[in-house]
């Protein structure tokens, strides 16, 4: 009896050793193809293991095989500015990826820019006539096309005499930056009313702030007597009632209808590739007509992906609107002559000294045309 009670426990310790080994053996392949059923608390196993094992890596490759014809790209679009709306329109609706790239947006101050549009790391930037003199110096970095019109505005305090350009002499005018397109349009804006913007001459002060918030708050305790700012802050503090606007760069006759804002390019890459300019520059034009066909769902997408920082939406759209981005129509019929904004803008500089090339020449240095068909 004893003999018999000792071989029903071997049997028994057998039995569950092979148990045992039977569910370690088991447990990687219920767990790597366990799922959830969204419609109940359940899981779900799959029941062929050889299944698990083969349709698992098929997903992952999936996703990574997507090909760019020119691959990986970045392009400086963290800057916040509302007017930059064709950078975040060509990446969120896929017209950079239409055209062959993969685009990583990028902080990027303007010596970055710089710096990446001469040895070709970033290939194209938008930008405005701050660029010129960086050309004249010999930055290897070109115009090729037009992004929109005016987006800096000129704003007294409510209470303040000033109306005009002719009221500044003499007087204090906050900027960004000395050398800035906001001090660049003062000057060239003084200097037409024939109010000399060097300093040398000190007819007017000017003082940089690097905040538009400080620059409001010092024009409030007087320490300057104009803001000049750019969009949309300063549409924003207009729309406040606290201040009055005494120059709007898309109105005002010396700057209306002209862009204010290029694209520009590295000579780098113009000489080497110039297919993906022209790409680059397709999917530029077809961000810009989808923002002229839906400035509401364009606002509404910088504001999804947080792209600025758009407090009142409404406002924001009346100034996509007002930017004036050329549609479709505009680009193949209603074209707008960079090349004569180039020209008009370098004269304006030369005149007043910010620019020492004879304006014909500069043009020829800082302009180039771009067959748009190449690399289709």
């Avoid at 029903?8 to 193809?33: D, R």
């Avoid at 923002?291 to 792209?307: M, W």
Wanted: charged share 25%.
């Amino acid at each position: 009896m004893r003999k018999l009670r000792k071989f029903a426990s071997l049997i028994a310790l057998a039995l569950t050793l092979n148990l045992l080994l039977t569910a370690c053996a088991g447990k990687p392949v219920e767990e790597s193809s366990t799922t959830t059923n969204e419609d109940s608390s359940e899981s779900v196993s799959t029941t062929e293991p050889a299944t698990a094992a083969t349709t698992a890596p098929t997903e992952a490759p999936a996703a990574e095989t997507v090909e760019y014809k020119y691959g990986k790209i970045d392009i400086p679009g963290k800057e916040g500015a509302l007017c930059a709306a064709p950078i975040y329109i060509a990446y969120e609706k896929g017209f950079f990826a239409e055209e062959g790239f993969d685009v990583t947006l990028i902080s990027a101050n303007a010596e970055t820019r710089k710096i990446g549009l001469n040895n070709g790391t970033i290939p194209i930037v938008n930008g405005d006539f701050q660029f010129f003199p960086s050309i004249e110096n010999d930055v290897k970095v070109k115009v090729v096309d037009g992004l929109h019109n005016g987006c800096i505005k000129f704003l007294v305090r409510k209470d303040s005499t000033i109306e005009s350009a002719e009221d500044l002499k003499g007087l204090k005018i906050g900027v960004d930056e000395i050398g800035g397109t906001p001090h660049q349009v003062a000057s060239v804006w003084l200097e037409k009313a024939g109010i000399s913007a060097k300093p040398e001459d000190g007819e007017v002060e000017f003082l940089p702030f690097d905040d538009g918030n400080l620059e409001v708050e010092a024009l409030n305790k007087g320490d300057i007597d104009v803001a000049a700012l750019w969009d949309p802050f300063g549409s924003v503090q207009e729309k406040t009632g606290n201040y009055k606007v005494i120059f709007d760069l898309s109105t005002d006759p010396t700057f209306a209808g002209k862009y204010c804002c290029f694209l520009y390019a590295s000579e780098k890459l113009l000489n080497e590739e110039p297919e993906k300019i022209a790409a680059l520059l397709r999917a530029y034009h077809k961000a810009q007509n989808w923002i002229s066909e839906n400035a509401e769902e364009a606002v509404q997408l910088i504001i999804d992906g947080k792209y600025s920082a758009i407090e009142d939406q409404e406002l924001a759209v009346e100034l996509v609107k007002h930017y004036s981005y050329p549609s479709a129509h505009d680009h193949e019929v209603n074209k707008q002559d960079v090349g004569s904004d180039v020209l008009y803008f370098a004269t304006e500089l030369y005149n007043i000294g910010y620019l020492k090339t004879n304006p014909e020449e500069f043009v020829k240095k800082a302009y180039q045309k771009i067959d748009l068909t190449l690399g289709q």
